[in-house]
Nanobody
């Protein structure tokens, strides 16, 4: 059993910052790539950023230079630092991870955290 729990969402004014956290827990043997997706109302879920176990990152073009993904392997936690937020960043943000237990390797998802950028 593996769980991903996000925190850090909320309401912020345009130009502001938020930091999302996602902690993985359970019968974890190894965590591979972790990432953040988002889904705005009426839109498809899209990749925001991802980070491999070795620390390589990739970002959606729309967030490059504004968002930074990082991870603390000792804490099984991934972070998303979001700066210079825009109203179009408003969405539910989901954490995901490819995680190995003793039984299998699967993709797991968190429950989502709302980020609202509005004045």
């Amino acid at each position: 059993q593996v769980q991903l729990v996000e925190s850090g969402g909320g309401l912020v004014q345009p130009g502001g910052s938020l930091r999302l956290s996602c902690a993985a827990s359970g019968s974890i043997v190894r965590i591979h790539t972790m990432g953040w997706y988002r889904q705005a109302p009426g839109k498809e879920r899209e990749l925001v950023a991802a980070i491999t176990s070795g620390g390589s990152t990739n970002y959606a073009d729309s967030v490059k230079g504004r968002f930074t993904i990082s991870r603390d392997n000792a804490k099984n936690t991934v972070y998303l630092q979001m700066n210079s937020l825009k109203p179009e960043d408003t969405a539910v943000y989901y954490c995901t991870g490819t995680i190995s237990t003793i039984f299998r390797t699967s993709d797991y998802w968190g429950q989502g955290t709302q980020v609202t950028v509005s004045s």
